[in-house]
Structure formats: structure tokens, C-alpha cells
């Protein structure tokens, strides 16, 4: 509809749409003539690279060989699944990919929900129960899925849950598959907890260059492993199917990647300029939401808001809305609003709940981006950059409270 003209809101694509810093666009420029096979798990400069800034982030020390790098997190995500025996235990809701590699991997998968009436915090006592049913009904869940800042929620878990999710995990000897490709998008006045600080033997985390430096067609994916004798198991694996498949991460890619970990203070400082104008528009969003009374979870970080409409399923129903995917159709219909189902999340789809992305809202084109870019960095208050550079946003805004204001009648 976009490409034959329409004019849609585009609340559904998730990819961060911030100009390429120009110190990464140097380093890709001057790795360009570098066209040689590398080794499947990364130069070693990379991962020494990536090492320390972890190291750092994390305030865990981590060795460049406990690192591997591939073509996005997805392959290293694909290729640690089907390195590990036994099925996954996901999330319910979480992000589309990890149900899709389980099934490419012939791994079975066990949802557990969150605790939606508490802002989706990870409920232990469910996640218990979906692992003893899952057991008793012959399955073998060995891995579980945990992503915070989370998508398609939007919120990060603290550290109480990560304790807990941790310690259960250590009892029942299962791997924790830690997604923190959002981290470094974690709004201020919230806190980042990985995994691995409490469950360094069987934990695995998974990161990358896409969302915090809005590189997702670049396809840099990073994985850290435990550094016993579990984790050089799963190296050996990992080497033996990226090199069957993808051979390397390409060449000057690398480069790109050793200049985005190099603790360079203009990068960091862009990282977080990007991080805070995601918040200011995500939490706009919220905050309207909020207002005009739809239930949804504060974003702790990333630039995702989950969104329950179950409150007017009576009312919806007589517009023929039954399901989440109805309620998306009749947004893309009616109001040219585009949305994500709450199914294509694994949730139930009676619970009508969207996910809205704020991510290309007035940043539709490389040129808009770049002017909420200079708008931002010229100083001006929260207040006047949204109510002055964000049209867009305002007018999906404004949709989606005429489509409630239609509801309520």
C-alpha cells in the first residue's frame, strides 16, 4: 500500500532509522578492499575488541574467546539452537524469530505467560508450570529464551526476576538464551541486568549492531559464551555451521565492527543522543495512551509499546474486531495505521493486544530521519521537539483516539 502511494502510518517495522555514524561509515570505506575468507567465529581483533567493551557494559570480565560473531544475531541465534539438544521455553508474548528457528531446528517449543496484569514481570510460578507439563507430556525443554529490553513489550525485566529466572534455571540445569540486543537502548532512569551475572556457566548472550546504532541491513551479530568447557563445545559447533553455510561475517564488516566496540566517545555519545530521542517519542506515545485509556506496560527501553484493547472487546465485536489480527486489519483499513498482531507474538489473539513501533514515525526517509536528528541536537526542550518536528506522530496519535472515540459511542 506504501509503494502504490497510500499514505500509511507505519507503526510495525522495528528498525531503529538514525543516520550511519560517519566514523562507522569511515571504517566500512577503509575496509572495503578487505575480500579474503576470515576465520567463521571472527577476526581475533574483533572479538577482542568486543570482549572488552562487554567487559565494560556488563561489569563482567569476558575473554575475546568466549566471543563469536555472525551475519546478525539471527544465525548465531539458529546456530545455537541447533547446537544445543532439547526444546525452547519462550515467552508468551516474544519476538516472531525464536518460534521460526526453533521450528527450522526441529526444537519443540513450551510458552510460559508473563505476568500481564503487573506490567508482563516474569512470572517464576509460570514458567515452572509450563516446564513440569512440558516434561510429563515428553518434551525436553533444555533452553530458555529471555530478551530485555524486551520486544514486543517494551519493558526490561529488574533485577529481583533475573535473579529468580537465573536461580530456577541453575536448579533445572537449563541454558539461558539472553537476547540484549536492546540494551544499549535502555532509557534513562531504568537499569540493564544480564544473566550472565548471576548464571556465568549456562548463559548465552546475544547482541549486535542493529538497534543501538541503526544498522540492521549491515548484519553484525555478536554472541558470548560461557567460558568452560560447555561453552567451547558449542564454539565447535557454531564453527563447524557457519562455515558450512555463511563461510564468515564479511570482511570489511569486521572493520566496521572493531571502530562500533572501540570505546569510541563519539559513537557512545551518538549511541545515547539516538537512546534518548527513542524515549521521548516512545514515551509520547505511552503517555497519549495512557491518557485515552489504553493499558500498556511503561517502555523501560528499545521503541516498542504493547498495547491491550481487551477492555472494548464487547464493543469491538460489534465491528466485527474478534481478534488481535481484526483489530490490525480494520487500523490498516479504516485509518491507514499500520500495526502488528499481538499472535504474530505467540499471544492469544482474544487478548487484542497490538505492538506499536515509534521507530519510523517523521523518520520514513533517510532525509527525515536526519532532520529529527539536527531538530533534536539543536537544543531544543522535549515538549517543543515533538510538538514541532513530529506531525506524523501526532496524526497517528489523533487516529487512533478517533478510532476509540468511534469505540465509545
Same mark, same amino acid.
Given at each position: ?12 517495522? !522495528?528498525?531503529? $532509522? %538514525?543516520?550511519?555514524?560517519? #566514523?562507522?561509515?569511515?571504517? *566500512? =570505506?577503509?575496509?572495503?578492499? /578487505?575480500?579474503? @575468507? ?69 526444537? !519443540?517449543?513450551? $510458552? %510460559?505467560?508473563?505476568?500481564? #496484569?503487573?506490567?508482563?514481570? *516474569? =512470572?517464576?510460578?509460570?514458567? /515452572?508450570?509450563? @516446564? ?9 525443554p533444555s533452553m530458555l529464551v529471555l530478551n530485555s529490553p524486551n520486544n514486543p513489550v517494551g519493558n526490561s525485566f529488574c533485577r529481583s526476576d533475573i535473579e529468580l529466572a537465573t536461580s ?37 548472550? %546475544? ?111 460489534k465491528k466485527g474486531i474478534i481478534s488481535c489480527t481484526s483489530l490490525s486489519e480494520y487500523l490498516l483499513d479504516k485509518y491507514k495505521i499500520a500495526t502488528l498482531p499481538g499472535s504474530v ?65
Amino acid at each position: 500500500m506504501w509503494k502504490q502511494g497510500e499514505d500509511i502510518l507505519h507503526a510495525a517495522f !522495528g528498525e531503529s $532509522r %538514525f543516520p550511519v555514524h560517519p #566514523d562507522l561509515s569511515k571504517a *566500512l =570505506n577503509n575496509g572495503i578492499s /578487505n575480500r579474503s @575468507y576470515l576465520s567463521s567465529l571472527g577476526t581475533k581483533r574483533l572479538r577482542a575488541k568486543i570482549a572488552h567493551y562487554y567487559t565494560k557494559k556488563l561489569n563482567k570480565k569476558i575473554s575475546y574467546d568466549q566471543v563469536i560473531v555472525g551475519i546478525g544475531s539471527k544465525s548465531l541465534l539458529y546456530s545455537i539452537i541447533k547446537a544445543i539438544d532439547g526444546d525452547l521455553l519462550l515467552p508468551k508474548p516474544s519476538w516472531v524469530s525464536y518460534s521460526s528457528i526453533a521450528t527450522m531446528c526441529n526444537r !519443540g517449543i513450551t $510458552r %510460559f505467560d508473563l505476568d500481564k #496484569d503487573n506490567g508482563y514481570k *516474569l =512470572n517464576i510460578e509460570s514458567l /515452572n508450570n509450563a @516446564y513440569g507439563s512440558a516434561k510429563m507430556n515428553g518434551s525436553n525443554p533444555s533452553m530458555l529464551v529471555l530478551n530485555s529490553p524486551n520486544n514486543p513489550v517494551g519493558n526490561s525485566f529488574c533485577r529481583s526476576d533475573i535473579e529468580l529466572a537465573t536461580s530456577w534455571s541453575k536448579e533445572n540445569s537449563i541454558t539461558v538464551l539472553s537476547d540484549e540486543i536492546y540494551s544499549l537502548i535502555t532509557f534513562k532512569g531504568n537499569s540493564h541486568h544480564t544473566p550472565l551475572s548471576y548464571y556465568p556457566d549456562k548463559t548465552i548472550i %546475544f547482541s549486535g549492531l542493529s538497534k543501538h546504532l541503526s544498522l540492521g541491513g549491515w548484519r553484525l551479530g555478536v554472541a558470548i559464551l560461557p567460558r568452560n568447557s560447555f561453552g567451547k563445545q558449542l564454539i565447535s559447533k557454531f564453527e563447524s555451521i557457519a562455515g558450512s553455510i555463511w563461510s564468515c561475517v564479511p570482511a570489511p564488516f569486521q572493520v566496521v565492527g572493531e571502530t562500533a566496540f572501540s570505546d569510541n566517545k563519539s559513537i557512545e555519545d551518538y549511541i545515547n543522543v539516538c537512546a534518548n530521542i527513542h524515549r521521548i517519542r516512545t514515551h509520547f506515545i505511552y503517555d497519549h495512551f495512557q491518557d485515552i485509556g489504553i493499558d500498556c506496560p511503561r517502555p523501560a527501553g528499545g521503541f516498542y509499546i504493547y498495547a491491550s484493547f481487551k477492555k472494548w472487546s464487547d464493543r469491538l465485536s460489534k465491528k466485527g474486531i474478534i481478534s488481535c489480527t481484526s483489530l490490525s486489519e480494520y487500523l490498516l483499513d479504516k485509518y491507514k495505521i499500520a500495526t502488528l498482531p499481538g499472535s504474530v507474538f505467540g499471544d492469544d489473539p482474544e487478548n487484542l493486544c497490538l505492538r506499536i513501533s515509534s521507530s519510523y514515525l517523521d523518520m520514513e526517509t533517510d532525509e527525515a530521519a536526519q532532520k529529527i536528528l539536527d531538530n533534536y541536537n539543536d537544543g531544543a526542550d522535549e515538549k517543543s521537539f515533538i510538538n514541532d518536528h513530529h506531525p506524523r506522530l501526532k496524526l497517528f496519535l489523533s487516529k487512533m483516539t478517533d478510532f476509540l472515540n468511534t469505540v465509545n459511542k
